[in-house]
């Protein structure tokens, strides 16, 4: 199993993208890197503790790699959290503040059931404004969030009072 400092190592510091000023944490070697890419997997399912998790749910589009991931490991089924217009059935929407402006997104209304446990997944909390989208999404369809799940978590930005939910876990902390 690969250690925070193994990970840590092949995550490549973007300065400057995607604009001036933004430090861009790029995954890219942990996927390319078969035993890091298995390992942040298994280590992702093991956030879910021993609950057993219907659903693992992962945001556009990054968090989808390690979500389905995640859900092959852990048995469960995958349901995607897409940015506005890509999702072809009825929705449930939610907008979210960015630096600049407003984005939407969006989960299918009939992808998840009353009371199923959900573990949710994306590859770096920031502002936290994304996952706090998805999570108020995932309320309206009454899931059970049991945790939140991110492999890269930039401290500084206290995007976990932003999510204010009881069990989030990062696999890395900046
Ligand atoms: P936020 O809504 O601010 O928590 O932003 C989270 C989303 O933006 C995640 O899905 C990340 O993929 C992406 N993101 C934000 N900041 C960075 C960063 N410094 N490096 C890489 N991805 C980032």
Redesign the pocket.
């Known amino acids: 199993m690969p250690t925070a400092a193994d990970l840590d190592a092949a995550i490549r510091d973007v300065p400057d993208f995607p604009k001036p000023g933004?430090?861009?944490?790029?995954i890219t070697p942990v996927l390319g890197d078969p035993d890091l890419f298995r390992g942040s997997l298994e280590l992702l399912a093991e956030t879910a503790g021993d609950i057993k998790i219907d659903k693992v749910v992962g945001?556009d589009a990054?968090?989808f790699i390690f979500a389905a991931g995640v859900a092959h490991i852990l048995g469960a089924g995958f349901v995607p959290v897409r940015k506005k217009g890509k999702l072809p059935w009825t929705t449930h929407q939610m907008a979210?503040s960015l630096e600049y402006g407003e984005d939407v997104v969006e989960i299918h209304a009939d992808a998840i059931q009353p009371g199923e446990k959900v573990l949710l997944v994306?590859?770096?909390?920031?502002?936290?404004?994304?996952?706090a989208a998805a999570i108020k999404l995932l309320k309206a369809l009454d899931a059970d969030i049991v945790a939140v799940s991110f492999l890269?978590e930039?401290a500084s930005?206290k995007?976990r009072e932003v999510l204010g939910h009881p069990q989030i876990n990062a696999l890395l902390t900046y």
């Open positions: 933004i430090l861009f944490k790029d945001i990054r968090g979210y994306d590859d770096l909390l920031a502002t936290g404004g994304t996952a890269i930039l930005l995007g």
